[in-house]
């Protein structure tokens, strides 16, 4: 039941035109089509954050915390539309009952590689993906991998508003999860957007299949900094409410690049 309770609960990122002629004894030398044509170049760039998160579950007496960092190096080349990145994640988990004191009944962390996959379809359209192979250190089940995807579809839908289609999913034996989910990214202004989200909670917990409804509703400041509150309601084990803050480092690293370049 405690492992239930922490899989439910934890539920809660894309060159130089060269031409020219010269003379030689007289004859003209003939640059090729290819020489014309721009130099096709690589370039990267960065993308980093860390989300974090605690719940509670009234019912079952149980409260947890969570937290995720990851790091890619993407990697895009010129006039082309996709991107490729390298890159690590790590997630941690624990959670304990109110009547068993603070420490934790059960928790794990799991640090592994990373690499994803960014193509734009059209000026309005693009996907992305990235997969991680974990290795989950755990308390009270065996250690071994934990293969760790999200995966998501984005579509422009005007100035202010942005749909995103996502799916989340991570594999243990006999503690596994899916979160399927949609999100709407609202512009209020040049500072604040809003993202009101559903999704659903599917679990596969030593043998039994556990299902939830997770509507949820954050806030996001300068591209940078996000807080917003989560739940997952209809499991069965009880509702369980929770809050969420991250912070993504990409703008001010992009700004410490820029600056760096000008001087």
Do not use: C
């Not at 090729?32 to 954050?49: D, I, T």
């Not at 734009?120 to 250190?137: H, N, P, V, W």
């Not at 679990?203 to 299902?211: E, F, H, L, V």
């Amino acid at each position: 039941m405690k492992r239930i309770i922490s899989i439910l609960a934890t539920t809660v990122f894309l060159a130089a035109l060269f031409s020219g002629s010269a003379m030689a004894t007289g004859e003209e030398l003939v640059i090729s089509e290819e020489q014309a044509q721009p130099a096709k170049v690589w370039g990267s760039f960065p993308e980093a954050s860390i989300w974090a998160g605690a719940w509670i579950n009234p019912k079952m007496d149980t409260q947890g915390l969570w937290a995720t960092a990851k790091y890619l190096e993407w990697f895009t080349k010129y006039e082309k539309p996709e991107n490729f990145g390298i890159g690590a994640k790590v997630r941690g988990d624990y959670g304990w009952k109110s009547m068993d004191g603070s420490d934790p009944n059960w928790s794990y962390y799991a640090p592994g590689p990373s690499v994803g996959y960014y193509r734009g379809l059209t000026l309005r359209d693009s996907i992305e993906a990235d997969f991680s192979l974990l290795y989950r250190f755990d308390k009270n089940r065996d250690d071994g991998f934990m293969p760790d995807l999200h995966a998501e579809y984005n579509r422009i839908l005007g100035y202010k508003n942005r749909l995103t289609l996502q799916v989340d999913a991570v594999y243990f034996e006999d503690d596994s999860w899916v979160g399927p989910g949609a999100y709407l990214h609202h512009r209020l202004n040049k500072d604040w957007k809003v993202i009101p989200g559903v999704g659903a909670s599917l679990s596969w917990i030593d043998g039994d299949y556990i299902s939830g409804f997770q509507p949820s509703l954050k806030f996001k400041y300068r591209n940078k900094w996000t807080i917003g509150a989560t739940a997952n309601l209809f499991t069965g084990n009880g509702s369980f409410f929770g809050i969420v803050a991250a912070y993504e480092f990409t703008p001010d690293i992009n700004t410490w690049y820029e600056t760096k370049k000008a001087r």
